[in-house]
C-alpha cells in the first residue's frame, strides 16, 4: 500500500489513480494528522508526503516517523513546489529517499515509486573490519555502536563499501551521489568525505584519498 499525503484534492486524486493504474494499491490522505492516525492500523510500503500541509507540515510528520521504531523504515518521498537546492539538501538529510519537485509528471512520480521499492527490497548489508552498514534499515554501527549519517554520507559510505579498492574521481562521486542536475561543486565530495571520516572514527583511514584523482575504499585486506 503507498500513501498519498496531499491537501490538494485534484493533485492527491491524480496520484492514488496513477498509482493504481500501475498495479500498486494507494490511498490518499488530506492532512498528516490523519495519516498518523491511521499508522496504528496499518503500515504503507511507501509514503508521498507533500510539505506544505495545513496544521502538522511534512516536515514534522517526517520527524515523528524517524523518531519512532516502528515506522522509521518507511520509504518517503518528498513532494514539494519548494525545489530549492537547500530544501532539497534538508528533506534528503531527514531522511526522505527522494524528492519530487511540484508540478511534477504521473510517470516520473510511478517511475521514483518503483525505483525506490527496488532499493528497498535488496537487503544489503556490507561489512569491513569494524564498520557495518544495513541499505535497508539505513543503519551504520561503528564497533557495533550506532552512527548517525546524513543521506549523503550514508550513500558515499555505501558505494565505498560496495566498491573497495575502486577510485572514484571527485566528479564521479558528485554525479553519482548528488546527481547531474545538482547545482552545486565537487567541493561539496571534500566537505562530506570530511565528515564521513570524522564520523568513523578509528576507521576513518579507510577512505582513502588518491592525489590529484579523488577517493577509494581501501582495499580489503582483512583476516
Request: charged residues 30%; proline residues 2%; aromatic residues 8%.
Amino acid at each position: 500500500m503507498i500513501w498519498c499525503i496531499e491537501d490538494d484534492a485534484s493533485i492527491r486524486d491524480i496520484e492514488v489513480y496513477a498509482l493504481t493504474s500501475s498495479n500498486f494499491e494507494a490511498q490518499g490522505f488530506e492532512t498528516a494528522s490523519l495519516a498518523l492516525a491511521a499508522l496504528t492500523k496499518t503500515i504503507p510500503g511507501l509514503i508521498i508526503l507533500d510539505i506544505m500541509l495545513p496544521g502538522m507540515d511534512g516536515v514534522e510528520f517526517l520527524k515523528k516517523l524517524k523518531s519512532n521504531n516502528k515506522y522509521q523504515d518507511i520509504p518517503i518521498i518528498m513532494a514539494s513546489a519548494k525545489g530549492s537546492e537547500f530544501d532539497k539538501v534538508k528533506a534528503l538529510d531527514l531522511g526522505v529517499d527522494d524528492y519530487l519537485v511540484k508540478p511534477f509528471g504521473m510517470l516520473e512520480m510511478v517511475s521514483r515509486v518503483k525505483a525506490v521499492l527496488r532499493r528497498y527490497h535488496k537487503s544489503t548489508i556490507l561489512n569491513r573490519q569494524g564498520i557495518t552498514l544495513d541499505s535497508v534499515k539505513r543503519i551504520v554501527t561503528v564497533d557495533q555502536h550506532k552512527v548517525d549519517l546524513t543521506y549523503k554520507e550514508f550513500e558515499l559510505l555505501n558505494l565505498f563499501l560496495a566498491h573497495p579498492g575502486r577510485v572514484y574521481t571527485r566528479d564521479e562521486l558528485f554525479n553519482t551521489i548528488w546527481g547531474q542536475d545538482y547545482l552545486g561543486e565537487s567541493r561539496t565530495v571534500d566537505m562530506h568525505i570530511r565528515s564521513l571520516r570524522r564520523k568513523l572514527g578509528n576507521y576513518s583511514s579507510l577512505i582513502e584519498t588518491v592525489r590529484n584523482v579523488g577517493y577509494r575504499m581501501e582495499e580489503k585486506n582483512d583476516k
